[in-house]
């Protein structure tokens, strides 16, 4: 398998889910990937005011971090998910307009609705 990009636009809400899948190959692979998972996060410290990083331990081999970016940041939510032997996949959201955190909150709450069912029912196929 190969690596892929894709983005889940909606239009309607001006926002963009930015998704990226790595197949691992080996220890060190999978440490790169999740160290920059980190710098691509920590890009995003120089704006915000604060940093939530929440562990998923899901079910069906699924684990990863949950990255929120509190402030006036490009991209307020981003995670990654991984069965830390053949498959990790990144996501990061990001908004299609400059970024106001007072008028984005509403959009935010919304779409993270969405990503907390795709992290809930990822699994990897077989």
Excluded at 43 to 61: C, D, P, Y
Excluded at 86 to 107: C, G, I, K, Q
């Amino acid at each position: 398998m190969n690596d892929c990009w894709f983005d889940l636009n909606s239009q309607a809400l001006g926002a963009s889910l930015h998704c990226s899948y790595y197949p691992v190959n080996g220890r060190a692979d999978l440490d790169r990937h999740i160290e920059d998972a980190f710098t691509i996060t920590g890009k995003h410290n120089i704006k915000a005011n604060a940093r939530k990083e929440t562990l998923i331990s899901g079910q069906k081999g699924v684990n990863g971090i949950f990255f929120e970016v509190d402030g006036p940041v490009a991209s307020p939510v981003q995670f990654f998910l991984t069965d830390s032997t053949h498959h990790f996949f990144r996501a990061s959201l990001y908004f299609n307009a400059t970024v106001n955190p007072d008028s984005t909150a509403p959009v935010l709450q919304f779409i993270r609705q969405d990503i907390e069912k795709i992290i809930s029912t990822f699994e990897w196929k077989k």
